[in-house]
């Protein structure tokens, strides 16, 4: 073909195998059935194959009877119950040969000479009892740059002729209709009633008025076949006997083909071919993209709901936080009260000879001050960690649940196409988040999470009040903590302090032992409030984390996918207007092309 091509033509040649070729991996990268792919490897090689012209039709209308009137002799098989099992290809050779098989399908070589310029193929019927006919034909039609839809005289476009003929319609292809059998209709005027009956629903289903040719093949073959013939018998040009030929109607459509298939229309064709295969694809995955677009728009909608559901959680436990961090400062504030109390009953000269007793002091001092503060404390932080904990238990729950729902929407409203490798790997990503959740739900040691949090907060109070580690558990740590506060506080009521300074000087003292009592409380309670708020800010920031990391995944999938896509559709939007211009170009080229008559 590349020899007979004009300039113009060449281009067009050119430009339709690049865009193949894009089209080819934009599908690919869509994950497209190998189908799909398929159809855009045959379109590659039919551009450096013959013209194909594809015969159609249900089993008994005459398919191979008008084949072999074109042919001029009875190669193929003719009978009322299906004789053609498989798609036929033939093709030309200089002498008949026996039937082969390539790629798929039985091959005949004949030495017809018009078969060197066009392959012709036949196919099983459209409502052969053998399901695995119409599926063939249906697979084999869109190769096809010039279909012969062959219907019977006596019952004319039937329901599943219609259906069959959408769908070649669907492809873009041209179409010839052959009314056959027509020497079954006795009258003019039934003949015209059949033909205006085909070109009617022909014209609404098509939309357009397709080339419609009532002929007899039988009529046809047998004038081809007769020895009142004068001229030769081997192609679509020879004459025959006038009575059974002009009877046949043969010659219209014979001379309609020989018109058609002139170099000009058959380059046109060859190059609209393409055209029509590559207009289908795109239709069809800008429809899958725009599927996938919204079930990303969704699984976007899901991963900004579980953000703001961490948000909220974060501020939720943020501000109960301070509910619960608030039990410990009452404690101390309480004890930082009883101190007052105890220094306001003490240290009076009424009991300066109790002063002097600084055992009994003290003890008076734990037993009223400190009293059990330090369990108290100790009680509250418990708390507070196993809030936490069940806090984080029941957000990781939350999250397994959103997820689980979230893969078992849309799942089902998917179209063919969409299903392969990114629903594999979504649902993949969704059911992995799922487990990983499930895991820690199914995993979570309350106990052991508790005294993990424990030992933390406790390392943290060490470091933060520069106590001896050899205290063991939080209340002992305290109970250390508060007993040096009483022993700096109570440090300058010696009795020798109070004999040399006077008596007077009490109610000073008093004060300023009340003022570093409420000084060291006061610290004690910020460098305990420090501890456990870096604490809890701690573990608040690894659980959001933790479960960040698990949702990571999918996020990136869907963030990747998303920038995928759209580059894809730009791709394929681009790709529709090439060969939209493509389509256009190729129409001129039959401008100058003389009008066949339909």
């Known amino acids: 073909m590349q020899q007979v091509l004009t300039a113009e033509q060449g281009q067009i040649l050119q430009k339709e195998r690049q865009l193949l070729g894009d089209l080819q991996v934009c599908l690919a990268r869509l994950d497209a059935p190998d189908a799909d792919l398929g159809l855009i490897r045959n379109a590659l090689a039919q551009l450096e194959e013959l013209f194909l012209m594809v015969v159609v039709g249900e089993f008994n209308a005459g398919k191979s009877a008008v084949i072999n009137a074109l042919l001029g002799q009875e190669y193929l098989a003719e009978g009322v119950v299906p004789t053609t099992s498989e798609l036929v290809l033939i093709r030309h050779s200089d002498a008949s040969e026996q039937p082969g098989a390539d790629s798929g399908m039985a091959v005949r070589r004949l030495p017809v000479p018009w078969l060197q310029e066009v392959n012709l193929v036949d196919t099983p019927g459209t409502n052969a009892v ?13 190769r096809s740059d010039l279909v012969l839809f062959v219907t019977s005289a006596d019952r004319p476009f039937s329901e599943s002729e219609r259906a069959f003929l959408q769908q070649i319609r669907d492809w873009g292809k041209k179409i010839v209709i052959v009314v ?8 003019e ?26 002929v007899s093949a039988r009529l046809a073959l047998e004038a081809k076949n007769s020895g009142e013939s004068t001229e030769p018998t081997e192609g679509p040009r020879a004459s025959s006997p006038t009575s059974l030929w002009q009877r046949s109607q043969f010659e219209p459509l014979e001379q309609y083909i020989l018109d058609f298939l002139d170099a000009g229309e ?4 060859q190059l609209s ?7 289908a694809l795109i239709a069809n995955y800008q429809e899958v993209i725009r599927q996938r677009q919204s079930l990303l728009k969704g699984d976007f909608q899901a991963l900004d709901a579980i953000d703001q559901q961490l948000a909220a959680y974060q501020n939720d436990m943020r501000r109960d936080f301070r509910y619960q961090s608030d039990r410990v400062d009452n404690v101390l504030y309480e004890m930082a009260e009883r101190g007052d109390r105890f220094f306001d009953e003490n240290l009076r000269i009424t009991r300066v000879v109790e002063l002097v007793n600084s055992e009994r002091l003290r003890g008076e001092f734990e037993r009223r001050v400190l009293a059990d503060s330090s369990r108290a404390v100790e009680r509250h932080v418990d708390e507070l960690i196993d809030w936490l904990i069940e806090r984080d238990y029941r957000q990781w729950q939350a999250v397994m649940e959103f997820i689980e729902r979230r893969s078992l929407q849309h799942t089902d409203q998917m179209i063919g196409q969409v299903r392969g490798e990114f629903d594999f790997n979504r649902q993949n990503l969704l059911k992995s988040i799922g487990r990983s959740a499930q895991e820690v739900v199914d995993s979570y040691d309350r106990e052991a999470e508790a005294l993990k949090l424990a030992k933390d907060v406790q390392r943290a109070i060490i ?28 440090g300058v009521l010696g009795a020798s302090a109070l004999a040399a300074l006077g008596l007077y000087v009490l109610p000073y003292r008093r004060q300023k032992v009340k003022a570093q009592l409420r000084a060291r409380i006061g610290d004690l309670r910020r460098r305990l409030d420090t501890a456990i708020t870096q604490q809890f800010e701690s573990e608040l920031t690894a659980s959001v984390q933790r479960i960040r990391e698990a949702v990571a995944p999918y996020t990136r999938f869907v963030r990747v996918e998303r920038e995928k896509l759209e580059t894809l559709a730009a791709d394929l939007q681009n790709a529709e207007s090439e060969w939209a211009g493509l389509r256009r170009r190729v129409e001129e080229l039959a401008a100058s092309h003389t009008p066949l008559p339909s």
């Open 266 to 269: 058959r380059v046109r064709l």
């Open 180 to 187: 056959n059998k027509i020497e079954l209709l006795t009258t």
């Open 130 to 142: 053998i399901r695995q006919h119409q599926e063939l034909t249906e697979h084999f039609v869109p």
């Open 189 to 214: 005027a039934e003949q015209q009633e059949v033909l205006e009956f085909v070109r009617r629903n022909a014209h609404e289903l098509l939309g357009v008025a397709p080339a419609i040719f009532a």
């Open 273 to 279: 071919n393409p055209v029509g295969i590559a207009a």
């Open 463 to 490: 470091q933060t009040a520069a106590v001896e580690a050899g205290a063991i558990g939080l209340g002992a740590i305290l109970v250390v903590i508060l007993n040096t506060t009483f022993l700096d506080v109570t």
